[in-house]
């Protein structure tokens, strides 16, 4: 039950569809999805009452180095799914963009790796939360090559699916806003070496990889990743185009339009990065009073809106369908 002071999460949920496997981007999968990602950023109590209120029954906390998030399992309706859902930052506009620093690591592949491909990289700051977090189960790949191997580190996110997931029909649906979706894209990217059934709505995430990493990781999900972006929302824009890139596929949301196909829809990055100057200087000659519009764009509640001016699959409609693939 909700306390009067928190937010009313998963409002009305029992007239909307559960989420369900596509290789299309659905917009009641992505509405509990960013309600998951909303609720990752409030205490561990207010997200076990929240989670059971709304009908999951099992629940992971993961909480490291200041890298937060949890595992929940639903019941569904007689087919079961799981929701992994990071915390982002609850810091302003200007520290976010200050977090976001211009460095990056090479990524310890555990995927297979081909001669000659060039090197992947990740963000140094997002691939460490990520390490923090991740655990030390070994793929099954590994394993089968020996009588007897061990990772021999803490548990994390790895340990939790091998245990609880792995060899069964549970799809697992990863998000996270914010710097939680950057941390989202690194965790379904690996955990598919784990459990393929991988599905990824993020919202509002930064760029995390380069080029190489970006066609890998888009492979290996195959038309299972969907990036949402509201209006002039800056956190997407950064890192600098030059060092990082985004997987594909883009779901933009314009403030008026509502869901538009197309990158072409969106305002160019060095537009929107002026306006973020502008707001700046607007923000701190009217004494804080006259709120960033860019900084406005990234709630995570701006994104949920923008969701809902869709209408949302009730539950008595959806019918079980072969996965199939649609243009955004």
Same mark, same amino acid.
């Given at each position: ?205 930064? &760029? ?15 038309? &299972? ?64 009073? &006259? ?33 199939? &693939?649609?243009?955004?």
């Amino acid at each position: 039950m909700n306390t009067p002071s928190s937010p009313p999460y998963f409002a009305h949920f029992e007239n909307i569809a559960l989420p369900t496997k596509s290789m299309n981007y659905e917009p009641h999968t992505a509405w509990w999805l960013a309600q998951c990602s909303w609720l990752a950023y409030d205490s561990k109590l207010n997200i076990a009452t929240n989670l059971q209120r709304a009908g999951f029954d099992r629940l992971y906390y993961f909480d490291m180095r200041g890298t937060q998030g949890f595992l929940a399992l639903h019941p569904g309706n007689g087919q079961r799914f799981a929701a992994l859902a990071f915390r982002g930052t609850e810091k302003n506009y200007i520290d976010i963009l200050t977090d976001i620093i211009i460095l990056r690591n090479k990524l310890p592949d555990l995927a297979d790796k081909e001669y000659g491909e060039g090197p992947l990289f990740a963000h140094a700051g997002f691939l460490q939360a990520f390490q923090s977090i991740w655990g030390s189960a070994l793929p099954h790949a590994i394993q089968d090559k020996m009588n007897e191997s061990e990772w021999v580190g803490p548990r994390g996110v790895s340990d939790v699916i091998q245990d609880k997931i792995c060899g069964q029909e549970i799809p697992l649906f990863v998000t996270g806003h914010s710097l939680g979706g950057a941390i989202a894209t690194l965790m379904a990217y690996h955990a598919a070496t784990y459990h393929p059934d991988i599905y990824l709505y993020t919202f509002g995430s930064p &760029r995390v990889v380069n080029h190489p990493l970006s066609q890998k990781i888009t492979a290996v999900l195959r038309d &299972r990743s969907y990036r949402c972006v509201h209006g002039d929302d800056i956190v997407p824009r950064v890192p600098p185009l030059f060092n990082y890139t985004h997987i594909d596929q883009l779901v933009y949301f314009d403030p008026v339009r509502g869901r538009v196909s197309g990158k072409r829809q969106m305002r160019n990055d060095l537009v929107v990065i002026l306006l973020l100057h502008l707001d700046a200087i607007l923000f701190f000659l009217t004494l804080r009073l &006259r709120k960033p519009k860019t900084t406005l764009a990234h709630a995570i509640a701006s994104y949920i809106q923008a969701i809902e001016r869709e209408l949302l699959t009730p539950p008595t409609q959806l019918t079980t369908m072969p996965p199939q &693939r649609t243009a955004v």
